[in-house]
């Protein structure tokens, strides 16, 4: 028997029992995929600024990860900025492959690719040749492209900014998207302390606030979050997911009943 279930607490309240240290309040349940549940009906695209949202919808089941089929697609594992990914989308991504120069990771001592035009550090991909990299990235606005076409599936974006995304930049964004589809729904978390009023059709903004959590984990989130291996990883997990799943199935059921 399996039970699946989740708890919100705010770690930051004054509540005693909230405060107390080196008591971890959150577990991690088996959890049941929801690419399953729905009969792999949707697709998730990351599209930004790193690779947070890639990370959070595997973890949690609601992305198949890359070793069960999973495409990947060329913001999955990059830092950039949302404006600069909406820029080359709309651009059709012609100018992709200039302005690349080499950078030294000073902590792994190896060398990435970055694009200094649309500020694109692409830190996953270390030492590869100029012809490799070419390849692979190409590889990959082919799925983004073979995915946006998918018109038997639902369609979510998937965006994480800690830069305050301004409404004609969603709006260019929607647009460009509705020269492919008209189902599709962009999940904006917005982790600046600048709340998000504007609405949009297409567009659910989540005001998440300063990702102070995230940024305690440091340089190695990543590992921490997979493995949820402190409370910090844990909180963060269980405060964006949440979201994620709810947005996700409150899509999913009408558009599931229809197919």
């Excluded at 989740?6 to 309240?13: K, L």
């Excluded at 049941?32 to 549940?37: A, C, D, H």
């Excluded at 999973?70 to 100018?95: A, G, I, M, W």
């Excluded at 997990?237 to 558009?255: A, F, Q, R, V």
Aim: glycine letters at 2%; charged letters at 25%; aromatic letters at 18%.
């Amino acid at each position: 028997m399996r039970f699946h279930f989740s708890i919100n607490i705010d770690i930051d309240s004054h509540d005693i029992y909230t405060r107390i240290k080196h008591i971890d309040l959150l577990f991690k349940f088996p959890q049941e995929k929801l690419y399953e549940k729905y009969n792999h009906k949707y697709i998730i695209i990351p599209f930004g600024e790193n690779c947070f949202p890639r990370t959070l919808t595997s973890i949690n089941g609601i992305k198949p990860y890359r070793k069960e089929g999973e495409l990947t697609c060329p913001f999955d594992q990059v830092f950039s900025l949302f404006t600069d990914n909406v820029d080359l989308f709309v651009n059709n991504f012609d100018d992709f492959f200039d302005n690349l120069e080499l950078y030294k990771n000073e902590v792994t001592k190896n060398y990435y690719y970055k694009n200094i035009k649309y500020n694109i550090s692409f830190i996953h991909e270390e030492n590869p040749s100029l012809e490799e990299f070419k390849a692979l990235y190409k590889k990959r606005i082919e799925n983004f492209y073979s995915y946006l076409n998918a018109n038997d599936k639902y369609l979510f974006f998937a965006i994480y900014t800690s830069s305050y995304p301004k409404k004609e930049v969603v709006e260019n964004f929607v647009n460009k998207i509705k020269e492919y589809r008209e189902d599709f729904c962009i999940i904006i978390f917005n982790a600046t302390s600048w709340r998000v009023k504007w609405e949009l059709e297409h567009v659910q903004v989540v005001n998440m606030g300063y990702n102070k959590r995230l940024n305690k984990m440091g340089s190695t989130w990543v590992p921490q979050l997979k493995g949820l291996t402190n409370i910090n990883a844990r909180i963060v997990n269980n405060k964006y997911g949440s979201h994620l799943l709810e947005i996700i199935n409150n899509k999913m059921k009408p558009y599931f009943k229809t197919k």
